[in-house]
């Protein structure tokens, strides 16, 4: 039997011909890249080498900017530790600033067919890339940095076929909502992307499915290389790779095709992500406190164009906050350039730097006891906001703008009508 996609990189990085579900996988890591996070006293140790520098990314940002003196000495760290070992990539407050994961995708650095790692739990986003990218624990990172090397368990694969193309007003994170709804978590598996409906994903689409894959509880998220995904990567990046497609007599667990045009805008109940999408009239008139928009799964362009879309010459609700976060500093300018940012102001959203902020439950966007919210962001469990009394719905911009100006759960639909 062939090999899926995550099985060639693995194999290819541990210099193997073949690895199968069940195996271990030592690999050689192209990319390892540190947040302030990582700088935390608790997880952090005094580094002797680094193995590559050129290999090392360091981005400041689910404490940015510095809401507490324990922020501000993470990043004080994590500036000396990019001085004392010579790492040119360090993505500090202020121009090139942005969440970890996006500021990996608009750098082109996930090579594909290659493997990276990074503390976060979303590291699967870089799996847009044809990139097999998973987050690790601190120790691991520290071996990552020290040795260049890292290991996996090997899963098994579900590959997922799309077809066809998005209806007006229905986004990447409507089709994670009904994939997750319809099949749940995906426990020790790779997810795999592929099929004629996959030129109908813009990358910014991809990229909210790759980093929603943490949300099935799957090991490794990987999309297949297009040339628009080659095209993608290669003005971003210099450095030569080689993308992997699957074999085609791969070993998946299961293969589940998806039409595309058949997804309809859904909201996903909160305190779990899994198993708890419905449609938006189900809990349509559910009254709200905040909106959100952002995080490293919606807080792209096209995301920020479709909020802006939604709320142009209305208001948001009197009592309703509605916060938009664009995912890095580039994409505010860019917001900002297309006008966007001065529509979702005019609107009355509260548009802030980029930073994990609110989805995490950090800082510009805590909820507070009771308090209930719709977000378009990556999680929606109890206390990941904020108070553990909060109720977080989470849905698409789209779903999430209309609701922000309705002060209650609405559908968009009719501005894509």
């Not at 699967?124 to 020290?146: E, S």
């Not at 426990?187 to 991809?206: C, H």
């Not at 085609?248 to 039409?259: F, G, P, W």
């Not at 595309?260 to 449609?279: K, Y």
């Amino acid at each position: 039997m062939g090999m899926t996609m995550t099985e060639k990189i693995l194999a290819r990085a541990g210099g193997k011909k073949r690895v199968s579900p069940g195996e271990i996988a030592v690999v050689e890591v192209e990319t390892a890249v540190l947040i302030d996070l990582s700088f935390l006293p608790e997880g952090w140790r005094e580094v002797l080498k680094v193995y590559d520098p050129e290999k090392v990314v360091i981005v400041f940002d689910h404490l940015v900017p510095a809401a507490s003196v324990q922020a501000a000495s993470c990043h004080k760290t994590g500036r000396e530790f990019a001085r004392k070992f010579g790492i040119s990539r360090l993505h500090d407050v202020g121009l090139d600033q942005g969440i970890s994961h996006a500021v990996v995708a608009e750098r082109g650095y996930a090579l594909p067919g290659t493997v990276l790692v990074n503390s976060d739990s979303h590291t699967c986003a870089a799996g847009a890339f044809n990139c097999a990218a998973r987050g690790v624990g601190a120790p691991d990172l520290l071996w990552a940095i020290t040795t260049g090397t890292a290991w996996f368990r090997v899963g098994e694969t579900i590959r997922y076929d799309f077809t066809g193309s998005f209806s007006p007003g229905v986004t990447a994170k409507d089709l994670f909502l009904a994939i997750a709804g319809t099949y749940g978590a995906h426990v020790n598996q790779n997810i795999e992307y592929g099929g004629p409906g996959l030129k109908a994903l813009s990358i910014d689409a991809r990229r909210t499915l790759a980093t929603m894959g943490a949300e099935f509880s799957a090991e490794f998220t990987i999309f297949e290389a297009d040339e628009i995904l080659i095209e993608y990567v290669r003005a971003r990046n210099e450095k030569p790779f080689e993308p992997v497609s699957p074999d085609l007599d791969a070993s998946y667990k299961e293969r589940r095709a998806i039409d595309l045009g058949a997804i309809l805008p859904l909201v996903a109940l909160p305190d779990a992500v899994v198993n708890q999408s419905v449609p938006v009239s189900a809990v349509a008139g559910t009254r709200i406190d905040q909106a959100f928009i952002g995080s490293c799964a919606n807080g792209t362009l096209e995301d920020l164009e479709i909020a802006a879309r939604v709320v142009k010459g209305k208001k948001v609700a009197r009592g309703t906050r509605f916060i938009v976060t664009p995912s890095t500093q580039a994409i505010y300018r860019a917001a900002l350039k297309a006008g966007h940012v001065e529509t979702l102001l005019e609107a009355g959203a509260l548009v802030t730097p980029a930073t994990c902020g609110a989805c995490v439950g950090g800082h510009m966007g805590v909820l507070g006891p009771g308090e209930v919210c719709i977000t378009a962001s990556t999680r929606n469990f109890k206390g990941r906001m904020g108070d553990p009394s909060a109720k977080i719905f989470m849905a698409s911009p789209a779903t999430v703008a209309a609701s922000a100006i309705a002060g209650k759960i609405a559908a968009a639909e009719e501005v894509f009508a």
